[in-house]
Structure formats: structure tokens, C-alpha cells
Nanobody
Framework: QVQLVESGGGLVQSGGSLRLSCVASGIMTSLHGIGWYRQAQGKQRELVAD???????NYAASVKDRFTISRDKVRNTAYLQMNTLTPEDTAVYYC???????????WGRGTQVTVSS
């Protein structure tokens, strides 16, 4: 059974930082890659950053140079370091893994990030 569990969200002031974690079980993120998405209230879910099985990273233009995605293969955990946060970063953040062989996409339950002005 695949499980993705996010943590690290919270309330932070504008300009602050947070580090999100996503612990995966039942699937090796080093084989499939992993991504972070976010969904603000009233908006569609959007890709924030992802890292492929080979280690290539990709970022949304709005977070490039502020956010960093990384992973620990041993712990099967992905991280999202978020710096210089703004109120526009307020959203529920989800991690996601797409099984490259079955094409099934798995999602965590999300963690709320709120940035106050």
C-alpha cells in the first residue's frame, strides 16, 4: 500500500521560511520521481517543483530561486525548502508520486502553509 505523508506546514510571516517533508512508503521515490503541488483556495492545483528518478529538478516560475526540492533516498523522503515566502504562497501543499510502470498517481493528504503579510 502506497502512502505519502506530508508535514512541516504552518503559519509564517512574509519573508520567512518553511521546510516541508514527504515520507513515502510502499513505493521507491528514487525509481519514480516525486513532485510537490499546491492548491490555493478557489484555484486549481498546480505543480510547484518535482525531481525525476534521475535527479533532474523542475520548478514553477513563481517559486524558482526561492524553493528547493530535494530527497533522501535512504529515508525515501522528499523535502521542499521554501524561502522568502509571500502571501501568494499560501496554499495546501501536496506531494505526489506517479508510478512509471502502472501510471497510477498517488497523493498525500497535504499540509497547510499560510503566509501572513
Amino acid at each position: 500500500q502506497v502512502q505519502l505523508v506530508e508535514s512541516g506546514g504552518g503559519l509564517v510571516q512574509s519573508g520567512g521560511s518553511l521546510r516541508l517533508s514527504c515520507v513515502a512508503s510502499g513505493i521507491m521515490t528514487s525509481l519514480h520521481g516525486i513532485g510537490w503541488y499546491r492548491q490555493a483556495q478557489g484555484k486549481q492545483r498546480e505543480l510547484v517543483a518535482d525531481i525525476t528518478a534521475g535527479g533532474t529538478t523542475n520548478y514553477a516560475a513563481s517559486v524558482k530561486d526561492r524553493f528547493t526540492i530535494s530527497r533522501d533516498k535512504v529515508r525515501n523522503t522528499a523535502y521542499l525548502q521554501m524561502n522568502t515566502l509571500t502571501p501568494e504562497d499560501t496554499a495546501v501543499y501536496y506531494c505526489s508520486v506517479r508510478d512509471r510502470w502502472t501510471q497510477i498517481t498517488y497523493w498525500g493528504r497535504g499540509t497547510q502553509v499560510t503566509v501572513s503579510s
